[in-house]
């Protein structure tokens, strides 16, 4: 494709080797002499493993090694304590890698771990996640911000409000689950480690094994070319990549890991259940009064990981009074962590879900209150936002979307055993950047090549990293090539918080932009954006979006039907239509899945998962998927980079769950609280007003 516009619907340059299995993928590399190693679980809630019998796993055939708790110890101890594997008998938690099968092939290696034979001695334990927990305590942070912030008097405000609600929304924990499940292979030669793994951040990963293994940076060659999706699950290290290496290490022969689906939920994080309690007061007219959002959640006892739902509320509507805060549960479980808008996610389905009920109390449309509330500065920090179109996404969408035809009162429309409603709810998700290094080279033959260690984990960081060099440089695209994902390129910052693209295309611009202006400083330019993307903003600066959604209920099965979802967005500039659409339409399937299918038990007798594989949790198949349009409005914002680009990855998201519960409240006349949306559900409530 010619032409140096950016937002141009540029196509993968990756996608023929995906389609055509030419990519390979971190457990795809047929190194010489590799062998393939297979985790075993803990099978107890807690305490300590006493004994372990290889014998008969060492009696397969094909069978190299069992690894156990403290034959491979690390010569330094891991700063994240979900990596500290088999380095001794303490078992914080059901599924926590007790022993390691190393064998030549997958299958016996899964053979010799199933048997291994492990005595513990168990030990009490508390998985109950319940909001009213004795041990619950308020964190000092919450997403890099204080755990609370309060200001006014939120309580006195909300008791002496004309209108008020008072509602408390629930949701499950929830797992990632990529297509690609965490992989690595690891080989040592001599003290030189090389490891091919499924990660969102090859230089976190190098930097984390460096420290580990006690080994200078540059003797660490990390590969992950391509990654097959994260959703924040491959944010950091996990402990794929570390049994790899010390199963390398042991049997001086390649090794490779991968966890099997089953063994993921209690193995590389999930987002952790909220209990979400919503106080708003409002005058007549609709204005907010009073704003108190309080939840609660659970982490581990092996690390504190907070889901701050609570801080969008610092964000979305003007108030004079607010709290916003949250109380975490430490329990005997596996650790929570990442997963796709952390915190904005289940933050904003309360949040929003909460607005739809005070519209329905007011008698007034859910659009105009939210327009009524908006903002001149940001509520709790103070700051101007550097660009906000919420209002704009609103009104756009309502456009689209036939907004003004619907009749506001809920379970009227009805199409015979279905019953017909629609919802809206806004989104909202912050502008992060870290600093970033890059180069740039001009070739003799007239062609550039950028060069970052960015993680592209399927979308498309290769092809808009190329868009944004060449309209740097102001050379048709096809000349610019790109390389990405190998930690011997120029370091980097993961692919998450939405914001790589930001991080690794500030850094490009820079490079190539400098090398198109100064072609005698020679023919390589490196740039460091350090001191300029972390810099401190004057500015608020956050994406924006609205959802709109339409459902049929099934009065005799239960079944929520989706019919339309529409999502308009304010995002900056966007630097690639195609890919940006396909990220968007991405997120609002997720979101479907949030509000309709999934969601996970922890059984507090066990402490485990119950849901833990693709047949027992439900993730959004084709037939579940409606139609779905993504679309934006022109955004101009020159305080975020210079692309003046704004994260996409997560904020279709962010709203879509909000939206389809505020659709089956409308059409149902009910307001489910509690997610997922199943049939069961469903039923029960329309069984019970019936």
Known sequence: ???????????????????????????????????????????????????????????????????????????????????????????????????????????????????????????????????????????????????????????????????????????????????????????????????????????TVRETLARMFRLPEERITVVAEHVGGGFGSKGTPRPDVVLAALAARHTGRPVTVVHPRRQLPTTVG?????????????????????????????????????????????????????????????????????????????????LESAMDELAHALGMDPVELRARNEPEREPA????????????????????????????????????????????????????????????????????????????????????????AADALGVPLERVRTEVGHSDLPPAPLAGGSSGTASWGWAVHEACARLAAHPDEGPTVRVDTTGKADADSPYA????????????????????RVRRLLGIFAAGRILNARTARSQFTGGMVMGLGMALTEHSTLDPAFGDFAEADLASYHVPVHADVPDIEADWIEEHDPHLNPMGSKGIGEIGTVGTAAALGNAVHHATGIRFRTLPLTPDRILAGLLSEG
């Open 1 to 203: 494709m010619t032409g140096t516009a950016l937002g141009a619907p540029a196509e993968r340059r990756e996608g023929r080797q995906k389609v055509t299995g030419a990519a390979r993928y971190a457990a795809e590399y047929p190194l010489p002499g590799r062998a393939h190693a297979w985790p075993v679980p803990a099978a107890v809630a807690r305490g300590r493993v006493t004994a372990v019998d290889t014998s008969a796993a060492l009696a397969l055939p094909g069978v190299l090694a069992v690894l156990t708790p403290g034959d491979a110890p690390l010569p330094a101890e891991p700063e994240d304590r979900t990596l500290a594997v088999l380095q001794g008998p303490e078992v914080p938690h059901r599924g926590w890698c007790v022993a390691l099968a190393v064998a030549e092939t997958p299958e016996t290696a899964r053979a010799a771990a199933r048997a291994v034979r492990v005595t513990y001695d168990t030990a009490p334990h508390d998985a109950g996640f319940t909001e009213h927990h004795r041990d619950a305590y308020p964190p000092k942070e919450a997403g890099g911000q204080p755990g609370r912030v309060e200001y006014g008097d939120p309580d006195t405000a909300f008791a002496a409000a004309d209108v008020r609600v008072d509602v408390t929304y629930r949701v499950p924990p929830l797992h990632n689950h990529p297509m690609e499940p965490h992989a690595s292979t690891a080989h040592w030669d001599g003290d030189r480690l090389t490891v091919y793994s499924s990660s969102q951040g090859g230089t």
């Open 270 to 350: 999930h987002r952790a259940p909220t209990v979400q309690r919503l106080r708003l007061g409002a005058r007549p007219d609709g204005r907010l009064t009073a704003l108190l959002h309080e939840a609660t959640t659970h982490t581990s006892r092996v690390k504190e990981f907070v889901e701050y739902a609570a801080l969008v509320s610092r964000t979305m509507y003007a108030t004079p009074s607010l709290r916003s805060s949250h109380r975490v549960v430490p329990l005997d479980v596996p650790t929570p962590s990442w997963m796709r808008a952390p915190g904005e996610a289940p933050g904003m389905y309360a």
């Open 381 to 468: 920090g103070g700051k101007p936002f550097s660009s906000r179109h919420l209002v704009e996404c609103l009104r756009e969408g309502a456009r689209r979307f036939g907004w003004a035809e619907r009749d506001p009162r809920p379970g009227v429309r009805r199409e015979g055993p279905l019953l017909i409603g629609t919802g809206v709810a806004a989104a909202t998700y912050p502008v992060q950047v870290s600093p970033c290094t890059a180069t740039a080279e001009a070739r003799p033959d007239g062609t550039f090549v950028v060069r970052v260690n960015a993680a592209d984990i399927g979308t498309g960081a290769r092809t808009v990293l190329a868009q944004i």
């Open 541 to 560: 600066r956050h994406a924006f979006g609205a959802h709109f959604a339409e459902v049929a209920v099934d009065t005799v099965t239960g079944e929520t």
